[in-house]
C-alpha cells in the first residue's frame, strides 16, 4: 500500500471506489460523523447521487472515464477549498486515478474489494441482471482494480457494514 503525504491547508478526497453493490456509499455514510470529528467539513457524494443530480444515462466505457473524470476534477476543486470529500464510485479506471493521484494533493485511494459473484447474488440494484443494464463494470466492461492503494477493506459480507467501517476509520486515522 502506497504511503499519504498530507498537504496543509487542502481538504481531503476519500476516493472510495469497487464494484457496485459492494457497499462503498453505505460504508462512506458511516464513516462521514468520524471524518468530519477527527478532519473537518466533509461532503459526501455517489456516483448514483451525482449521475441524479446531472441527468447522467450514459455508461459505456468511454462515457464512463469522461464522467469519473468531471468527478476527479470536482474533487479537487473542493478540497482545494479545504473541505474535504467522501467520494463513492465504482471508478475502476486505471487512468482515472493516475489523474486523481497526480491532481489531487490529499487523494487518499479506498479501495473496497468484494468478490463478483458475490456482489451479482447480493446486489439490491439489479444491475448484474443483463435484461436491466448495459455497460456494467465487472460483466460487459473490465475492472481495472487498483493495484497500490492506500488502504484496502475487504468486503465478503459476512460481517456488518458497521464492522467494516470501524475497520476503515481504524486504518484512515494510522495514514493520515
Known amino acids: 500500500m ?3 503525504k498530507k498537504v496543509k ?3 481531503i478526497v476519500f476516493w472510495i471506489t469497487g464494484l457496485s453493490g459492494s457497499g462503498k456509499t453505505q460504508i462512506g455514510k458511516k ?3 468520524d471524518i468530519i470529528k477527527n478532519y473537518g467539513p466533509t461532503i459526501l457524494f455517489s456516483g448514483d447521487d451525482i449521475r441524479n443530480i446531472f441527468d ?3 455508461y459505456t466505457f468511454k462515457d464512463r472515464i469522461k464522467i469519473v473524470n468531471q468527478y476527479g476534477k470536482l474533487c479537487k476543486n473542493l ?3 479545504n473541505i474535504n470529500v467522501i467520494f463513492c464510485v465504482v471508478g475502476l479506471m486505471k487512468k482515472v486515478r493516475i489523474w486523481n493521484n497526480s491532481n489531487i494533493k490529499n487523494y487518499l485511494e479506498i479501495f473496497i474489494k468484494s468478490p463478483l459473484n458475490t456482489v451479482r447474488k447480493l446486489s439490491k ?3 448484474y ?3 436491466y443494464i448495459q455497460d456494467v463494470v465487472g460483466l460487459d466492461i473490465k475492472p ?5 492503494p492506500h488502504i484496502i477493506i475487504k468486503n465478503n459480507f459476512k460481517y456488518s457494514l458497521e464492522k467494516k467501517s470501524k475497520e476503515l476509520i481504524l486504518k484512515i486515522k494510522k495514514i493520515v
Open 2 to 4: 502506497r504511503k499519504f
Open 9 to 11: 491547508n487542502k481538504g
Open 31 to 33: 464513516v462521514k460523523k
Open 56 to 58: 447522467l444515462k450514459k
Open 79 to 81: 478540497s482545494n477549498q
Open 125 to 127: 440494484k439489479k444491475i
Open 129 to 131: 441482471k443483463k435484461k
Open 144 to 148: 481495472e482494480y487498483p493495484t497500490n
